[in-house]
């Protein structure tokens, strides 16, 4: 195989209590990158979409994540990259994760997977930790592993794969403005009150057993967040609204995905992902902000093989 082509998914970091550990990988947004092996030593790469991301390996995220995986293996190693992105960057979906995951992947089938995924998450971190500004893989991981991870922050980093539970629909809403992962970690107190954690960890007990249970009241009801939420609502017009509304709809819980302006919100059927969506869309159209939604699922795989040659 010379050239692979991957679509590499969004996600949902944090997953409202689980707060740099727990995170989705959905099945909409997702970017497309393709990469061609070189005999020319060394990494270009070229985007297509229309964020105006840096194409300076240096500076560019897929440049360094694909360094890393170079110094890792063969220094001789040439990688030709277009990159097709979907997933804004500052939307709270994982773009960064996305493009991270999406080259360390494909790379690495293009060196018949040499590399483990454990290695491929080291390597893809390089890239979101200048993202962020932060070493979290609650993005990161469920791209690579795909459907639900818990990221034990360890050294290296551990990875737990959850089931994905039957009939949960996502409706996401994404208010075109731009939070920066780096600003929005900036906001957050250094230390928690105990009061907080106790209720923290408490949700997050409740999330994980409801996720093995496939008890969707028990998943809904643990969706609370008391470390990041009460700060990070105040970045995102119409947070309130959203959550209120959608509760009222039917959904079982939500929040803020990643480190916002993007919000989420579980149903249990697709009728109620719909109606989600329509009360997320009038909460943004009487606000005058543009935005767009998605009725998705979670996606059990991470980054997809769609094209080889
Ligand atoms: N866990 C991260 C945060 C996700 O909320 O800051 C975004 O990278």
Not at 97 to 123: D, P, T
Not at 244 to 255: D, F, T
Not at 282 to 289: A, G, P, R, T
């Amino acid at each position: 195989m010379k050239k692979i082509t991957v679509h590499s998914t969004a996600g949902v970091g944090n997953l409202v209590c689980g707060f740099d550990v727990i995170g989705m990988a959905i099945n909409e947004p997702y970017d497309k990158i393709t990469i061609q092996l070189s005999d020319l030593p060394g990494i270009r790469i070229k985007h297509t979409d229309e964020f105006g991301l840096p194409e300076d390996p240096e500076k560019n995220l897929i440049g360094i994540c694909l360094q890393a995986l170079i110094n890792a293996g063969d220094e001789q190693t040439g990688f030709d990259v277009t990159v097709h992105k979907n997933i804004r960057p500052g939307s709270g979906l994982g773009s960064s994760s996305a493009s991270c995951a999406g080259a360390v992947v494909a790379a690495n089938a293009l060196l018949n997977n040499r590399f483990s995924k454990n290695e491929l998450l080291e390597f893809a971190l390089e890239g979101e930790i200048v993202a962020s500004g932060g070493r979290h893989a609650d993005n990161i991981a469920p791209a690579i592993f795909g459907g639900i991870t818990i990221a034990r922050p360890t050294d290296p980093f551990d990875i737990i794969s959850l089931p994905v539970p039957t009939n949960l629909y996502v409706t996401v809403v994404h208010p075109q403005i731009e939070v920066k992962t780096a600003d929005a970690r900036k906001i957050l107190p250094k230390e928690i009150p105990m009061k907080s954690g106790i209720n923290q960890w408490a949700n997050v007990a409740g999330l994980v057993t409801g996720i093995f249970k496939n008890d969707k009241a028990l998943i809904g009801r643990s969706l609370v967040d008391e470390v990041a939420a009460p700060f990070r609502s105040k970045l995102i017009p119409g947070y309130n609204d959203v959550m209120n509304k959608s509760l009222q709809a039917g959904a079982l819980g939500g929040g803020i995905s990643g480190s916002g302006p993007s919000m989420f919100m579980l149903s249990e059927s697709l009728a109620i992902a719909d109606s989600v969506e329509k009360c997320m869309q009038e909460v943004y159209k009487k606000l005058q902000i543009d935005f767009k939604t998605y009725v998705t699922t979670i996606n059990p795989q991470g980054v997809k093989i769609i094209e080889s040659e």
